[in-house]
Antibody
Framework: QVQLQESGPGLVKPSETLSLTCTVS????????WNWLRQPAGKGLEWIGR???????NYNPSLKSRVTMSGDTSKNQFSLNLNSVTAADTAVYFC?????????????WGQGTLVTVSS | QSVLTQPPSVSGAPGQRVTISCTGS?????????VHWYQQLPGTAPRVLIY???NRPSGVSDRFSGSKSGTSASLAITGLQAEDEADYYC?????????????FGGGTRLTVL
C-alpha cells in the first residue's frame, strides 16, 4: 500500500520560501507523476504542480514564477519550494500521486499539512 | 472562482438520490478531457470516487455513479446514508492560451437530512 507523508515548517514568514517534502513508502517514486495541491481553509482544491521523476515538471501557470519542485530517488521523496509567500498562500498542502495509464487521477494522497504564512 | 462550476450545497434524506453537477467549457470538459470525482470527509484528504467519468475504483460503493453530457459531468448518489455527508469535488484538465493545468470544481457540500 502506497503511503505519502508531508513534512515541513507549519509557519512561514511573509516574503520567505515555503519548503515541504513528501516521503513516499510502499512503492518507488520512479515511473509516476507526483503532485502538490493545496486547500485554503473552507475553500476548494488547487493544483500547484507535478514532477515526473526523470521526465520534468509542470506548474500551475498562476504560480509558475514562484514554484520549484524536485525529486530524490535515493530517499524516495519529492519536494516543493514556493517563494515570496504571502498570507494568500496559507493553506493545507497535500502531496498526491497521479495514477499511471489512461487517466490522470490522484489516487494516493498524503494527510495534508497546514502551512500558515504570518509574521 | 473555479474553472469548473459546482453547486455549493445539496441535501437529501436517507435513502434518497441526489446528483451533483460539474459544468465546464470548451477548454476542459468540452475538449473531451476526463472528469474524476473525489469525496472529502472533514479533516481528511480527498479520495477518488469516480474516474474517467464513469469508472469506480475497487472498494467504492456502487451507490456512486458518474455521467457526462456535453460540457458537464454529474455525480449521482443513490440510497443516501449518513456517512455520505462530505464535500465532493470534480476534477478535469484545462488547456487554453494561458497554459495547461489540472483543475477542480469549487466543491459541493452534501448534507444528509
Amino acid at each position: 500500500q502506497v503511503q505519502l507523508q508531508e513534512s515541513g515548517p507549519g509557519l512561514v514568514k511573509p516574503s520567505e520560501t515555503l519548503s515541504l517534502t513528501c516521503t513516499v513508502s510502499g512503492g518507488s517514486i520512479s515511473g509516476y507523476s507526483w503532485n502538490w495541491l493545496r486547500q485554503p481553509a473552507g475553500k476548494g482544491l488547487e493544483w500547484i504542480g507535478r514532477i515526473y521523476i526523470g521526465g520534468g515538471t509542470n506548474y500551475n501557470p498562476s504560480l509558475k514564477s514562484r514554484v520549484t519542485m524536485s525529486g530524490d530517488t535515493s530517499k524516495n521523496q519529492f519536494s516543493l519550494n514556493l517563494n515570496s509567500v504571502t498570507a494568500a498562500d496559507t493553506a493545507v498542502y497535500f502531496c498526491a500521486r497521479a495514477s499511471s495509464g489512461t487517466y490522470y487521477v490522484f489516487d494516493y494522497w498524503g494527510q495534508g499539512t497546514l502551512v500558515t504564512v504570518s509574521s | 472562482q473555479s474553472v469548473l462550476t459546482q453547486p455549493p450545497s445539496v441535501s437529501g434524506a436517507p435513502g434518497q438520490r441526489v446528483t451533483i453537477s460539474c459544468t465546464g467549457s470548451s477548454s476542459n470538459i468540452g475538449a473531451n478531457y476526463d472528469v474524476h470525482w473525489y469525496q472529502q470527509l472533514p479533516g481528511t484528504a480527498p479520495r477518488v470516487l469516480i474516474y474517467g467519468y464513469t469508472n469506480r475504483p475497487s472498494g467504492v460503493s456502487d451507490r456512486f455513479s458518474g455521467s457526462k453530457s456535453g460540457t458537464s459531468a454529474s455525480l449521482a448518489i443513490t440510497g443516501l446514508q449518513a456517512e455520505d455527508e462530505a464535500d465532493y469535488y470534480c476534477q478535469s484538465y484545462d488547456s487554453n492560451l494561458s497554459g495547461a493545468l489540472w483543475v477542480f470544481g469549487g466543491g459541493t457540500r452534501l448534507t444528509v437530512l
